[in-house]
């Protein structure tokens, strides 16, 4: 069945510092891939998704690209903020089963000032 | 613009006792569902449903029981409330195939 693995956390950076979270999946087809973002306290939201191969999601500076050779959608961002210290968590979901996104375990973020 | 509403927030139960866990949302998405949250699993399905008198499994249902008489509403209900049953619930809709899922803001409950 559909899965999605996610490198462990918690991951630990100084503010400014280059953020890759590394997410593979296991899929059929052509699933969709999303990474959302939970900050404390709160629900999931959508960080950024991919419909398709090749695709380059984005937002509030943080991309990820849709990489089917690899089954890989990794998350990377620039120059990390204090204000990004949250769990993230990679996602697929697929054809008639698209309401059962299938999480990864989430990644726990620390930023340093 | 509401979203999806969960309530209650928190909650602490004794173990046998029974409870309803409530999720309403304003944007008349076809699906919605449930999801537990417990440290180092993610998120796992519970209960879904396609639409409004259709629900089905996911992948942990023991010991809960869902249904959905309107578009708006999809209550979880725990039956007789068990410690294994302490964890952070989420409740999510979504418009349809391949799209993004809406999330309520939780309801962490506990079972003493």
């Known amino acids: 069945g559909n899965s999605v693995t996610q490198m462990e956390g918690p991951v630990t950076l100084s503010e400014e510092a280059f953020l890759t979270i590394n997410c593979t999946y296991t899929?059929?087809?052509?699933?969709?891939l999303f990474w959302y973002v939970q900050y404390p306290g709160e629900g999931l939201q959508l960080l950024l998704k991919?419909?398709?191969?090749?695709d380059k999601g984005s937002n509030k500076g943080f991309e990820a690209t849709y990489r089917k050779e690899t089954t890989s959608f990794h998350l990377e961002k620039g120059s990390v903020q204090v204000s990004d210290s949250a769990v993230y968590f990679c996602?697929?979901?697929?054809?008639?089963?698209?309401?059962?996104?299938?999480f990864g375990a989430g990644t726990r973020l620390f930023v340093k000032a | 613009n509401a979203g999806v509403t969960q309530t209650p927030k928190f909650q602490v139960l004794k173990t046998g006792q029974s409870m309803t866990l409530q999720c309403a949302q304003d944007?008349?998405?076809?699906?919605m569902s449930w999801y537990r949250q417990d440290p180092g699993m993610g998120l796992r399905l519970i209960h879904y449903?396609?639409?409004?008198?259709?629900?089905d499994q996911g992948e942990v249902p023991n010991g809960y029981n869902v249904s959905r008489s309107t578009t708006e509403d999809f209550p979880l209900r725990l039956l007789s409330a068990a410690p294994s049953q302490t964890s952070v619930y989420f409740c999510?809709?979504?418009?349809?195939?391949?799209?993004?899922?809406?999330f309520g803001q939780g309801t962490r409950l506990t079972v003493v």
């Open positions: 996602a697929l979901s697929q054809g008639t089963g698209g309401f059962k996104t299938i």
């Open positions: 991919a419909t398709k191969a090749d």
């Open positions: 899929a059929t087809g052509y699933p969709s």
């Open positions: 449903s396609v639409g409004a008198g259709i629900t």
């Open positions: 999510a809709s979504t418009t349809g195939r391949n799209t993004e899922a809406f």
């Open positions: 944007m008349n998405h076809e699906y």
